[in-house]
């Protein structure tokens, strides 16, 4: 099964930027969809975003506007952009490629903290 691993986060003053990778260990389209979500300290992991196969995008109220995924297909990668960070954007960002329904891969996640 194709594994996916994050990297790329770190930690920025609020207002500043981080990309975000998903690298996927075989073909990017083994996944339907490839998924960001997030999880602070005390709370619930919740869904960022998402690009479909297909090229569809989804992002949740909370990061319109200031983060942006895309898809490399010939680096087999899932970028996530973030801009404008907030300290409320503190949090561990976990990439999950789905094959189909309750067949998927989670990275292992990669900290982004936003702090001055």
């Known amino acids: 099964q194709v594994q996916v691993v994050e990297s790329g986060g770190g930690l920025v003053q609020p207002g500043g930027s981080l990309r975000l990778s998903c690298a996927a260990s075989?073909?990017?389209?083994?996944?339907?969809?490839v998924q960001w979500y997030r999880q602070a300290p005390g709370k619930k992991r919740e869904w960022v975003a998402d690009i479909t196969s297909g090229g569809s995008i989804m992002y949740t109220d909370s990061v319109k506007g200031r983060f942006t995924i895309s898809r490399d297909n010939a680096e087999n990668t899932v970028y996530l952009q973030l801009n404008s960070l907030k300290p409320e954007d503190t949090a561990v960002y976990y990439c999950k490629g789905v094959v189909r329904e309750g067949v998927d891969s989670w990275g292992q996640g990669t900290q982004v903290t936003v702090s001055s």
């Open positions: 075989g073909s990017i389209f083994s996944f339907v969809v």
